[in-house]
């Protein structure tokens, strides 16, 4: 009987530490699932939701931003730049991104503006002055629909101040970096692009559509010269900060995005 009984035991007991390796393991898978190493893509939009997006400084999501045939849209007239209100930008809030590549599919319509907002950190009075931009924009047309003299001579342009300028164009590191027209590829408006945005401490890079069209490096001497000469110079701030949230610009013209993740490197 005794004999039994011990055998009955043992057999609990080994069931018992096989349930617990078998949960462990479970868990552990879980956790795999659930936070994705290094160098594996994160979607940031499912495209069915807006889950994880929000206003900037807000806790829900400006009206006009919704989800829609697989993108995330900023449904709203095209506005004039004189008329521009904005004051919607939004943030995808879930997680701050240090090193990362973004990749991000966008079109706009004809005379569009907007941006994508990296290492953007809350509380100031609008994303420009404190996070870089990788400009979207419609380079063919828009200075052909908005005035942009007045602007441009308050930069200091004052050479056919009626232009779009190289750093104000698609794919430029706004205000900072010129994208390299050699080769750039910008597909039409209304037409889908494709953006790329790696970010690492020793290299940044703007991809549009398969072509590098912006390599520089991060906070180096060359850097500060450049916010310290332009538009950036009295923005003590801008892009001081090393890790922060992904963000879209609403610039008072309809914008639509699909396919957007990011890779954590």
């Keep these: 009987m005794k004999k039994t009984t011990y055998s009955i035991l043992f057999i609990f007991a080994a069931l018992a530490v096989s349930c617990k390796t078998e949960k462990k393991q479970t868990t552990e898978e879980q956790t795999k699932t659930e936070e994705p190493a290094k160098g594996e893509w994160i ?23 919704i989800a829609k045939d697989g993108e995330l849209q900023f449904d709203t007239e095209l506005g004039m730049e004189q008329d521009y209100t904005g004051g919607t930008d939004i943030i995808y809030g879930a997680e701050e991104f240090d090193n990362f590549e973004l990749y991000v599919e966008w ?19 609008s994303p420009p002055e404190v996070s870089p931009e990788y400009q979207l924009i419609d380079d063919e047309n828009y200075a052909s629909i908005h005035n942009i003299k007045d602007y ?34 910008l597909h039409p408006a209304g037409e889908w692009n494709t953006t790329k945005i790696i970010f ?10 398969g072509k590098k069209v912006v390599s520089f490096v991060p906070w180096d001497e060359a ?16 892009g001081k900060f090393k890790t922060g949230y992904i963000g879209f610009q609403d610039h008072s013209s309809p914008i639509w995005f699909r396919n957007i993740k990011i890779k954590k490197l």
């Excluded at 939009?45 to 829900?60: L, P, V």
């Excluded at 930069?155 to 900072?176: I, N, R, V, W």
């Design 152 to 185: 441009n001579i308050s930069l200091g342009y004052t050479e056919k101040p009626e232009e779009l300028k190289p750093l104000q164009q698609t794919a430029s590191d706004y205000a900072m970096h010129a994208a390299n027209p050699e080769g750039k590829i």
């Design 43 to 65: 979607s940031l939009f499912d495209g069915t939701t807006t889950k994880g997006w929000r206003a900037y400084n807000g806790k829900e999501l400006p009206p006009g931003w």
């Design 200 to 209: 690492t401490t020793e290299q940044v890079e703007h991809w549009l559509n």
């Design 223 to 238: 850097w500060y010269a450049k916010k310290n000469s332009d538009k950036w110079k009295n923005s003590e701030d801008y």
């Design 107 to 125: 079109k706009l319509p004809k005379g569009g503006n907007s941006g994508i907002f990296y290492h953007l950190k809350e509380g100031y009075d």
